[in-house]
């Protein structure tokens, strides 16, 4: 198994002045960053393509990309997405330097499903001890995501996945011919790491994410399927609906939000007894107070 062990000991030692730093492995970090700043600052556009990273993301997320419609993009949208690929190249190095076995990084891939090439690019193949390849995925995540998602392990990951990550890595894996290894997160606030291990056994995960990766491109390469929305959840408190009408999880964190609801309105969450609550979107707001 891959011990997180390996990379603590490289911190600690690094903590105390021990380490003599590779130049071999300063290059390929300083390397990845600046592919990195080129693919953020220089972006260009290249039209919709079904890829393995996106396709296990909500169907109607696909098809409003497809159909070219515009998404809400602020100006630090792009600077996250630059923190994330600079915390992941730093993860790349921390894992080199403590001595992981890495196959292969930033691996090209292809997979045909039902006539159609999917591409993507695997993050990680690390051999462990026992001589076993996996393909890990490499996340950095914010506190949230790490105390109540990540660390809560694989099972209570495939039971919210709204950015389809459990398809990702499967497909990476599908791919490549091995297992999928899990996630190596890295928590963007504290610094701390951790392997969410996938298990062994994957056949049954990997038969139901392909054959949904095939609904999906099946839907995908239709011209005619439209985009259908989630039905708004009514906001209950003490058992009693309050009359207003909340957006699902799925449409909050929507870069097309707007488009299926331009009315939403944004409000701190009424049911909430905090000093500061926070903000969750309404489609209906017809009370303030409870």
Excluded at 174 to 192: D, P, Q, R, Y
Excluded at 213 to 234: G, N
Aim: hydrophobic share 35%; proline share 3%.
């Amino acid at each position: 198994m891959i011990s997180l062990l390996n990379v603590q000991d490289f911190l600690l030692k690094a903590v105390r002045g021990e380490t003599n730093l590779s130049p071999n492995y300063l290059e390929l970090f300083k390397n990845e960053c600046e592919e990195s700043l080129k693919k953020q600052m220089s972006r260009k556009e290249e039209g919709f393509r079904i890829r393995m990273s996106g396709l296990g993301r909500p169907l109607c997320q696909l098809i409003a990309e497809r159909d070219g419609v515009e998404q809400e993009m602020d100006y630090n949208s792009l600077l996250r997405f630059l923190f994330g690929d600079i915390t992941e190249a730093i993860m790349m190095y921390v894992l080199r330097e403590s001595g992981i076995n890495i196959v292969e990084a930033q691996k090209p891939v292809s997979l045909e499903l039902d006539g159609h090439l999917i591409n993507g690019t695997l993050d990680v193949i690390i051999e462990d001890e026992l001589g076993q390849k996996k393909v890990w995925d490499i996340k950095s995540s914010s506190e949230w995501a790490f105390r109540y998602k990540y660390k809560q392990g694989y099972d209570a990951m495939k039971e919210s996945d709204l950015f389809g990550y459990l398809m990702q890595g499967h497909l990476y894996a599908e791919a490549t011919g091995l297992l999928f290894g899990g996630w190596i997160v890295i928590n963007k606030s504290s610094g701390e790491i951790l392997f969410v291990e996938a298990p062994e056994w994957q056949d049954e995960d990997r038969a139901y994410y392909l054959k949904e990766a095939r609904e999906k491109i099946k839907a995908l390469t239709d011209p005619s399927t439209k985009i259908k929305k989630y039905e708004p959840q009514f906001e209950i408190h003490k058992k009693e609906k309050t009359g207003n009408k909340l957006l699902p999880k799925e449409c909050s964190l929507c870069s097309f939000r707007n488009h299926c609801w331009p009315d939403a309105i944004l409000y701190d969450k009424v049911t909430s007894a905090a000093k500061n609550p926070q903000k969750v979107w309404y489609t209906t707001l017809k009370t303030t107070e409870v």
